[in-house]
């Protein structure tokens, strides 16, 4: 079973990807946003939690119990690399922090770390295009993992929105090369997504006053209305960690 240190967690799509894959367990999660460590809460009650990854260390790992972790997971910020954001790239206050996955992967040594982020972190910045993802590339390769990305959007897996992003998962030189076959699920139907989404939107309007099909247009007064929207906005399509949990399942020799 890989012990999980899901960063950047969100609502926990990363863990709900991977433990649905079989063969992973999340034993501590950091996310800073209130709302969405409840979210945590209330889904892996048992799950130590921190808030700062700035602050978390192998040592405050290892002094709550957590003596080794298989696997680092998260979608660090993509504020200062999006088309649409800062273009600090990663030297930037939040995409930055990057640095601490590579900061704990130095003292936990994991056999395997994921990350999720926009595509422009492989082509950006303008001035000189690629540099960013050399720099991740370079990370990765001073702590002695190998790495391999794939560009994977939400709509292959029949979601109604693009959701482009790419996927990074780098290995320890002991760990096998990942094996995708196999491994896709099946995507949801047209008709089941379209019913699925359509049977959200219609209960959110009924609860909370939110008219479907306009989800920008909040009804004033809605507790944890805006929490809510921008913690689902900003989660992982969980099949994408399961497809890719299993991926490095039959890498390790396992059945997923």
């Given at each position: 079973?890989?012990?999980?240190?899901?960063?950047?967690?969100?609502?926990?799509?990363?863990?709900?990807?991977?433990?649905?894959?079989?063969?992973?367990?999340?034993?501590?999660?950091?996310?800073?946003?209130?709302?969405?460590?409840?979210?945590?809460?209330?889904?892996?009650?048992?799950?130590?939690?921190?808030?700062?990854?700035?602050?978390?260390?192998?040592?405050?790992?290892?002094?709550?119990?957590?003596?080794?972790?298989?696997?680092?997971?998260?979608?660090?910020?993509?504020?200062?690399?999006?088309?649409?954001?800062?273009?600090?790239?990663?030297?930037?206050?939040?995409?930055?922090?990057?640095?601490?996955?590579?900061?704990?992967?130095?003292?936990?040594?994991?056999?395997?770390?994921?990350?999720?982020?926009?595509?422009?972190?492989?082509?950006?910045?303008?001035?000189?295009?690629?540099?960013?993802?050399?720099?991740?590339?370079?990370?990765?390769?001073?702590?002695?993992?190998?790495?391999?990305?794939?560009?994977?959007?939400?709509?292959?897996?029949?979601?109604?929105?693009?959701?482009?992003?790419?996927?990074?998962?780098?290995?320890?030189?002991?760990?096998?090369?990942?094996?995708?076959?196999?491994?896709?699920?099946?995507?949801?139907?047209?008709?089941?997504?379209?019913?699925?989404?359509?049977?959200?939107?219609?209960?959110?309007?009924?609860?909370h006053g939110v008219p479907a099909g306009s989800l920008g247009r909040l009804s004033d007064g809605i507790p944890d209305r805006?929490?809510?929207?921008?913690?689902?906005?900003?989660?992982?399509?969980?099949?994408?960690?399961?497809?890719?949990?299993?991926?490095?399942?039959?890498?390790?020799?396992?059945?997923?």
């Amino acid at each position: 079973m890989f012990k999980v240190l899901d960063l950047f967690s969100g609502i926990g799509g990363f863990s709900l990807g991977l433990e649905r894959a079989g063969g992973f367990k999340t034993v501590a999660f950091c996310e800073i946003d209130p709302y969405c460590r409840a979210v945590l809460k209330k889904h892996w009650p048992d799950v130590k939690q921190y808030d700062d990854v700035r602050a978390l260390s192998a040592d405050q790992l290892r002094s709550d119990g957590i003596a080794s972790v298989d696997v680092i997971c998260g979608g660090f910020p993509c504020q200062d690399i999006s088309i649409a954001g800062r273009k600090a790239g990663l030297a930037g206050a939040r995409s930055g922090l990057w640095s601490e996955i590579v900061r704990l992967a130095r003292e936990l040594r994991p056999q395997h770390i994921i990350v999720e982020n926009v595509p422009n972190l492989l082509t950006g910045p303008s001035e000189r295009p690629g540099a960013w993802f050399g720099r991740v590339l370079g990370d990765v390769a001073e702590i002695g993992m190998d790495a391999e990305w794939h560009s994977i959007p939400a709509a292959g897996l029949g979601a109604h929105f693009v959701g482009d992003r790419v996927w990074i998962i780098a290995s320890s030189s002991a760990a096998g090369r990942l094996r995708w076959e196999g491994c896709w699920p099946t995507p949801l139907g047209e008709d089941q997504w379209g019913r699925d989404e359509f049977e959200r939107l219609v209960r959110l309007e009924i609860e909370h006053g939110v008219p479907a099909g306009s989800l920008g247009r909040l009804s004033d007064g809605i507790p944890d209305r805006v929490a809510q929207l921008h913690a689902f906005g900003n989660a992982v399509v969980p099949q994408i960690p399961e497809i890719i949990g299993k991926a490095i399942m039959r890498a390790e020799g396992m059945n997923p």
